[in-house]
């Protein structure tokens, strides 16, 4: 070492930061207690919940459809009205309806009339019997004594008493008694025939109830549906929707003119991923908002049944996962859930509007699948039994008119 230079003195090693220190444990702490927390949640309440945004309210979406063709004469609801069941929504042109109503009174009248003819011809043929008979023991009586006229002659003749002339005669008067006989008895069972013959047509049953009187009231109560069926009822209480039917305009039996939406019949199909079915059951409790109304308003449904297939699996062009270039998509699965009326009463849901639903899995002693038939009708309507009794008391006052002078 030089004169010059200056001796080389290490620097002692800086003491540690014992702020830095804590605050680096400190948030490891943290994110250790909120990872702890997470876990716990996870495990304690979000494993007994599952949710999806992928949910829309659907409902029964029932098509007004005429059963017969004619000129559309009224239009009597339109898009957004609420109707009640049985209220006409269409009316048709009945004249075609009210011309072939008439035709069929008539010829169930004639039915009716030609039937209690039947009956009638029952008494006269009856008679027409018992008059055969009468001429076959007249025919008899008439030959007994041309018997018994013969055989005196005969006994006579040998004496000379008698001429041979008589005795022809009496022969003769024989011969005739057994032809009237004869003809008497073919008359009797010709009688008869036509007696069984009628009567096989009138045997077991009454005029009501005659075949040729059924088929001609048949034939009515086809008719009077018919005119009836010219007004399209609602068959249930809802809104109109869809409506497409024009005033004039020539429908056929089966044209969709209208949609009835009833807003008490609604439920939701909410679409869970596949891992989030293997703890979903039937009549699990389900809480669900709608954007339309926000959090402010959740309603409470139940499970109410599990889809059959997923969506691709129904739609019209089928994914062909069998092909080489194939890639794993998750599918969902529509669960469906049932609302309270109540509250759809309370805050009333449209068809097609987006949820939310969050499945109470807690619980899972229900079942996946249903196992029984449904107890009872989903949905029925009244509406159109009226028509058929109308039917039957037309037919009624027809039948009775025509038997009045029985």
């Known amino acids: 070492m030089t004169a010059t230079q200056a001796p080389i003195v290490k620097a002692p090693h800086a003491a540690g930061n014992p702020a830095r220190k804590r605050a680096l444990l400190a ?18 309440v979000a494993s007994h919940y599952e949710s999806t945004d992928n949910a829309y309210v659907q409902g029964n979406v029932i098509q007004i459809t005429p059963q017969i063709g004619g000129t559309v004469m009224a239009i009597l609801a339109d898009d957004t009205d609420y109707v009640k069941a049985g209220q006409p929504l269409v009316k048709l042109d009945p004249a075609d309806a009210n011309v072939a109503l008439d035709q069929a009174r008539a010829n169930l009248a004639q039915a009716v009339r030609q039937a209690r003819t039947l009956y009638a011809n029952n008494g006269s043929l009856s008679a027409q019997v018992v008059l055969r008979e009468s001429d076959v023991a007249k ?20 004496n000379g008493a008698v001429s041979k002339e008589e005795l022809s005669h009496a022969q003769t008067q024989l011969a005739n008694g057994k032809s009237a006989l004869a003809s008497a008895q073919a ?51 809802g809104f109109v929707a869809k409506r497409t039917v024009q005033l ?22 909410a679409n869970f991923k596949e891992v989030q079915l293997r703890n979903i059951r039937i009549g699990q409790s389900v809480k669900l908002t709608a954007d339309l109304y926000g959090k402010k308003v959740e309603y409470k449904g139940t499970v109410a049944g599990l889809g059959m297939g997923t969506g691709a699996a129904f739609a019209l062009l089928p994914a062909q996962n069998a092909t080489g270039n194939w890639i794993k998509v998750v599918q969902r699965v529509p669960v469906r859930v049932a609302l309270d009326a109540a509250q759809l009463a309370q805050s009333p849901l449209r068809v097609g509007l987006s949820m939310e639903a969050t499945v109470d899995v807690s619980n899972k002693d229900g079942k996946m699948l249903a196992d029984a038939p449904r107890a009872s009708a989903m949905v029925q309507t009244a509406v159109y039994e009226s028509l058929d009794s109308g039917a039957a008391e037309e037919v009624r006052k027809i039948v009775a008119a025509n038997l009045a002078h029985r």
Do not use: F
């Open 27 to 44: 948030l490891i702490g943290i994110v250790a207690v909120i990872g702890a927390g997470w876990a716990a949640y996870e495990y304690l």
């Open 248 to 269: 004039g305009q020539r429908v056929a039996a089966g044209t969709p003119l209208m949609s009835i939406i009833p807003l008490n019949q609604l439920w939701v199909d």
């Open 139 to 158: 025919a008899q009586t008439e030959i007994a004594r041309a018997t018994e006229d013969l055989n005196r002659r005969q006994s006579l003749i040998q």
């Open 187 to 237: 008359g009797v069972a010709a009688a008869k025939e036509q007696l069984l013959s009628n009567q096989a047509m009138t045997d077991g049953t009454s005029i009501e109830k005659h075949p040729t009187v059924l088929v001609a009231a048949t034939k009515v109560r086809e008719a009077w549906l018919a005119s009836q069926r010219a007004a399209l009822p609602a068959p249930v209480d």
